[in-house]
């Protein structure tokens, strides 16, 4: 996908990956729709990318996540692309965790983002992207991680199918699987306290290999050596 120019929607651009994600594709020449939780963050992105629209959903709001996709093919004339950002963890031993934490990590995690993909599939054709983060601990299944680890593997395996589904229209499906990032996510959980961490990349390698991911048509963007990201394709 040719970035200048291309239209992006950017669900979850109020974290730290996502905003910095936005200006990025920006600088690159990007039409973006900005969506996320909180206005006045929205804002300060928006700014930092020409105005860009902005619009305020709930992840845990499975049709709203399809609104948006809506609004954001109106405002922007169509979609080429969209990449979903958004997230929330929890921690601690699966026993423990309650019930409606559970249920809350598997529809922001993985529901969520498959609802926007889901909708953004009757607006990005051939040439386009559909993308996702989903993370390391999709496969690592870290101990005190298990339900958080269990939605992002679910979206992962739905991005794989996704991918064979899209393959003959000519549409590339990204998995953005990432390491542990400095963006302070880990100590905005819904539940629990999480582990001793070390240093995360910065948010700037994630929106620079994002960036080149989406203009290549990669798969896949995942850890590799030296503490870089690879991307492949």
Known sequence: ????????????????????????????????????RDLDTLGRVSAACAAAPVRTFDAWD????????????AELGGLDGVVVCVGVAAFGPACEVDEAVSEHLATVNALAPM????AATAHVSR????AAVTGIVAEAA???????????AALATWL????????????????VNLPHMETGFAHRAVSGEPPPLPKGLP???????????????????????????????
């Open 1 to 36: 996908m040719d970035l200048q120019g291309a239209r992006i929607l950017v669900p979850g651009a109020t974290g730290g990956i996502g905003g910095a994600l936005a200006v990025r594709l920006h600088a690159l020449g990007a039409r973006l729709a900005l969506a996320g």
């Open 62 to 73: 499975l049709g709203s996540c399809g609104r948006t996709v809506e609004w954001a093919a």
């Open 115 to 118: 609802a926007f993909l889901r």
């Open 127 to 130: 040439g386009g992207v559909l």
């Open 142 to 152: 870290p101990a005190g991680m298990a339900d958080y680890a269990a939605a992002k």
């Open 160 to 175: 794989t199918a996704v991918r064979r589904e899209r393959r003959r229209d000519g549409v590339a499906v990204l998995d």
């Open 203 to 233: 948010v700037a390698r994630a929106a620079d290999a994002i960036a080149e991911a989406l203009s290549s048509g990669a798969r896949l963007i995942r850890p590799g050596s030296g503490g870089e990201l690879e991307v492949v394709r």
